[in-house]
């Protein structure tokens, strides 16, 4: 088993240990979930599933600013 995962942030490589949440993840970079469109390995995730979904190694992460609703 691995000591840790390595996975692609908006096109940087990041590495971390098992167990670390998209969630976490993006706080840990300063990033507030509820302002954020997150695509998780081509697929769009609501705030509250980004917020427990654990990070697999060769996990694709993708972020842009959330539209404000009109």
Known sequence: MSLQITFTFDGT???RPPG???GDFLCEQG???ERLAIEYNGRDLTPAEAAH???RHGDQLRTRPR???A
């Open 67 to 69: 539209r404000a609703e």
């Open 53 to 55: 979904l654990l990070l």
């Open 13 to 15: 490589p990041y590495t």
């Open 20 to 22: 670390c949440t998209i």
């Open 31 to 33: 990033l507030r979930l």
